[in-house]
């Protein structure tokens, strides 16, 4: 009698590999210094005077000193060579109420963009200081402070907070 011998592969290793490889991806994709990190879009390529972009701050563990950076994507179509921003900065547990203005200077003498690509161009403010307690909680509210209703080109505003 002849017998045929199938080698039957284990479900367990492809899904090992792929725990594996998430594994190692989580660590090194992390990093333990960024807070927090997070862009909203605008409607319709657009920012509205009235659209106040919101973010929220979750719960503190510890307390935590660091920087915090406006981010803003853009298209060709943004029209103007500065763009001013309102942030402010609510939180509670302590009480902490904080604004600033924020003039950006988006374009060089040419009136090209500062920073490099093609139809789609991404800026971050210098940070700006942030002290942060324990249990605190809050929300930073980003608003445009332009002399027009709505300003186009603009598809994403941002925060980036860091220790």
């Known amino acids: 009698m002849h017998s045929t011998r199938q080698r039957i592969r284990s479900p367990k290793m492809p899904r ?34 009235t659209d106040t972009v ?11 000193n660091g920087s915090m950076m406006i981010g803003l ?11 001013v921003i309102l942030v402010e900065r609510d939180f509670r547990h302590p009480t902490v109420h904080l604004s600033d203005t924020i003039f950006y200077n988006l374009t060089d003498e040419r009136g090209e963009f500062t920073q490099k690509g093609v139809n789609w ?6 940070g700006l200081p ?15 402070l332009m002399n027009r ?15």
């Open 16 to 49: 090992l590999s792929a725990i594996l490889l998430t594994a190692i991806l989580l660590l090194t994709g992390c990093d333990k210094n960024t807070l927090l990190h997070t862009y909203r879009p605008t409607a319709g390529n657009c920012w509205d005077r």
């Open 54 to 64: 919101r973010f929220a701050l979750p719960e503190l563990s510890q307390d935590d």
């Open 73 to 83: 994507r853009l298209t060709n179509d943004f029209p103007f060579e500065e763009l």
């Open 121 to 126: 161009f991404q800026f971050e403010t210098q």
């Open 130 to 144: 942030i002290e942060l307690k324990k249990g605190q909680t809050g929300e930073i509210r980003i608003r445009h």
């Open 149 to 163: 209703e709505s300003v186009p080109g603009i598809t994403d505003v941002g925060i980036h907070i860091i220790r």
